[in-house]
């Protein structure tokens, strides 16, 4: 049997503001889809991510990321990394060469992991 990861979601403690951090920080367009509960994120191939409301009550103290790490390729990595240095976004790690080349990793505010890799 042969499976493949076909999408990815992560739950959000505030949908606003992580919408927010993931388009305006990140540069991710969302996708026409309009969800009252989730946000949906594309490429050039069509949805890849969404973030979304929590499926199940979130404590304030439980941590959402915890464990987790997404990577994604981008074209310009540096141009990448200068629109999170300008931001309030947590760098874990600078531009470093990693094992898909020219990576760097953040934080988002849930405190998912996001490794950034240069295509």
Do not use: C
């Not at 403690?13 to 991710?28: A, N, P, Q, R, V």
């Not at 969404?50 to 987790?68: D, H, S």
């Not at 300008?86 to 470093?96: K, R, T």
């Amino acid at each position: 049997m042969k499976t493949n990861l076909d999408f990815i979601s992560v739950q959000v403690k505030d949908l606003k503001s992580s919408s927010k951090f993931y388009t305006e920080i990140l540069g991710f367009e969302k996708t026409e889809d309009k969800r009252p509960d989730a946000v949906v994120f594309k490429d050039d191939s069509g949805a890849i991510f969404a973030i979304r409301k929590p499926m199940f009550e979130i404590k304030e103290n439980m941590p959402l990321g915890l464990g987790v790490s997404i990577w994604f390729g981008v074209e310009d990595i540096e141009k990448t990394f200068l629109n999170v240095k300008n931001s309030d976004a947590q760098i874990i790690s600078a531009p470093i060469d990693g094992p898909f080349g020219k990576m760097f990793i953040i934080k988002d505010i849930d405190g998912y992991m996001l490794t950034f890799h240069q295509l």
